[in-house]
């Protein structure tokens, strides 16, 4: 049984970690009612429709057709690296972080296997989560933290755009400068291997007419929900009856880990945000220094939490805006957006997780230092 506890610790670490902060929180803030308000089921259902139309576009085939297609129209290791890392960087200022992630980092670890660029995977993979996180301040849609910042502030979005605009075209730069070095450092061709997919894929369900049909309404209901125009609570039922009825195996694919590390993270932030010692600490540090306070409390309880905790002891919310953006970088849970691609990468590749964390955090901490040093010099 140990042995099983310690394999399963391994295999989920940041699961893991999650729940065993929420349960260290719940030994300061005893269990309620109250916990339920913690958590932001409106995301969880959301992340859940996302896996699951995720899913049933890798069934079918959808992801090797549009890895062919880009390996078609970009012939050079730069070429398919620049595609793969500003996609996520300007699709999340529309469709969020989370979902930008979701889609684009299956469609690099296929295209990347398929071009025989397998070993800048991870590279890949962390260079996209950081284009996701930085692309998405750009915009109140964003990111969750953003929109919430953006409804409570007032700030009207030429103002909003004003601000996280310098940001936004600072990171461009180093992602590029970035993207420029790895081409540089891999002198390997882009070796194309199809054969291998072609017969992973031939199945009924690649050309499932059906099937396509459904997902692709299912997506544009996710966007939808992402706009707001569709609650979540009315997305989740249809997404999840609509696959009992067409797939179920569809469903088995999602990853409810992640999910569950969400649900742990909620409860432990919630838990802090409850705490009145805790909130006095706060309020007293935090004036003078709303950036960087909500950086370092971003890499702790991720930014998500940390803008709406902060808010409430200051109404400087364009300082918060910059820091809660800025603090997406840093540590593993700095975003929850980041689990997504670390979820990816365990799947996938779960003999590189630690090596991926590596790369992960050291890349995250440069483009902190360089985009906070930016902030210094505006400032």
């Not at 969750?144 to 909003?160: A, C, D, R, V």
Request: with cysteine; aromatic share 12%; hydrophobic share 55%.
């Amino acid at each position: 049984m140990f042995r099983n506890i310690i394999a399963f610790i391994k295999k989920e670490t940041v699961l893991s970690a999650a729940w065993v902060l929420a349960v260290t929180s719940a030994f300061l803030v005893p269990p309620s009612k109250e916990y339920l308000s913690y958590i932001d089921f409106n995301t969880l259902f959301l992340l859940f429709c996302l896996m699951a139309v995720m899913a049933s576009f890798k069934k079918l085939g959808a992801f090797e057709n549009c890895s062919k297609f880009l390996l078609g129209k970009f012939k050079s290791t730069a070429g398919i690296l620049s595609v793969l890392v500003f996609m996520p960087f300007f699709f999340s200022m529309v469709i969020t972080n989370d979902v930008a992630l979701i889609v684009f980092v299956p469609l690099a670890i296929i295209t990347l296997k398929m071009c025989g660029l397998e070993k800048l995977v991870l590279f890949t993979v962390v260079l996209q989560t950081l284009a996701a996180n930085l692309g998405s301040m750009s915009l109140p849609m964003g990111n969750p933290q953003n929109l919430y910042l953006y409804s409570k502030s007032g700030i009207n979005l030429p103002e909003f755009v004003s601000v996280m605009i310098p940001y936004t075209t600072a990171s461009f730069i180093f992602l590029l400068i970035s993207v420029v070095l790895v081409n540089l450092k891999t002198n390997d061709g882009i070796k194309t291997q199809t054969a291998e997919f072609h017969q992973a894929e031939e199945t009924n369900n690649a050309g499932s007419k059906k099937m396509w049909i459904v997902s692709t309404v299912n997506f544009v209901l996710c966007l939808l929900c992402v706009g707001k125009l569709i609650p979540a609570t009315i997305l989740f039922p249809v997404i999840l009856i609509t696959y009992l009825v067409s797939d179920r195996k569809i469903l088995s694919a999602v990853d409810y880990s992640l999910l569950l590390t969400f649900v742990g993270f909620f409860i432990f932030t919630g838990n802090i945000k409850n705490m009145e010692s805790a909130r006095a600490v706060i309020a007293n540090a935090l004036t003078g220094h709303e950036v960087g306070f909500s950086i370092a409390a971003s890499q702790v309880i991720s930014n998500v939490p940390a803008a709406l905790l902060l808010s409430c002891f200051t109404d400087n919310f364009k300082a918060l805006l910059i820091g809660t953006n800025l603090g997406g970088l840093g540590t593993l849970i700095a975003s929850m957006a980041s689990l997504i691609s670390f979820k990816q990468i365990a799947r996938n590749y779960h003999d590189k997780r630690g090596r991926y964390f590596i790369q992960f955090t050291v890349m995250n901490l440069v483009f902190l230092a360089l985009l906070f040093g930016f902030h210094l010099i505006l400032a």
